[in-house]
């Protein structure tokens, strides 16, 4: 696995987070937590299986009008570095079986910044294609929406 980036293949967000690590990765792995901030507001999120480990599940749901749930992070973890990193695919499920339809592998990364955390959001894809897919579907907008979420929660329990 490589944190290269290829921008030909990725996509990067980041941001610096005013809070500590430990409040950071809470968001991100607490599921409680995790559903504040996944999706766009007004958007809701549901966390299905956050199975923190190499070869977990990763399943989420969207309710994007405030009624029925709907498949939306159907994964399974690669890696899972307390407090520094979190890698993701959704060319896997759960227990490293093959998906149905793989689109991208996401590395988030948290490292110390004198105000609080620098987080890193890379995402792989396999090839110019579902990169160019994913730009045009909202990339930045959608995953600067919640990175921003993401911050607000933190910030607020720092």
């Not at 999706?39 to 999120?45: D, I, K, N, W």
């Not at 029925?68 to 896997?92: K, W």
Request: with cysteine; glycine share 6%; charged share 25%.
């Amino acid at each position: 696995m490589t944190d290269t980036a290829r921008p030909d293949l990725d996509l990067t967000i980041s941001r610096i987070i005013r809070a500590p690590r430990p409040v950071v990765w809470r968001a991100w792995t607490d599921p409680a937590s995790f559903e504040q901030w996944w999706v766009p507001a007004p958007s809701r999120c549901r966390v299905v299986d956050m199975e923190l480990r190499p070869g977990g599940a990763f399943t989420t749901q969207i309710s994007e009008d405030g009624g029925e749930f709907v498949p939306h992070i159907s994964g399974c973890f690669l890696a899972v570095d307390e407090l520094e990193r979190i890698v993701f695919t959704n060319s896997l499920v759960g227990g490293w079986r093959p998906a149905e339809q793989p689109f991208m592998t996401a590395i988030i990364t948290l490292n110390d910044h004198p105000t609080g955390t620098e987080y890193v959001a890379h995402v792989m894809h396999k090839n110019n294609a579902d990169r160019n897919t994913h730009e045009e579907m909202g990339f930045y907008d959608g995953w600067g929406t919640v990175t921003e979420q993401l911050a607000e929660l933190a910030e607020r329990h720092a």
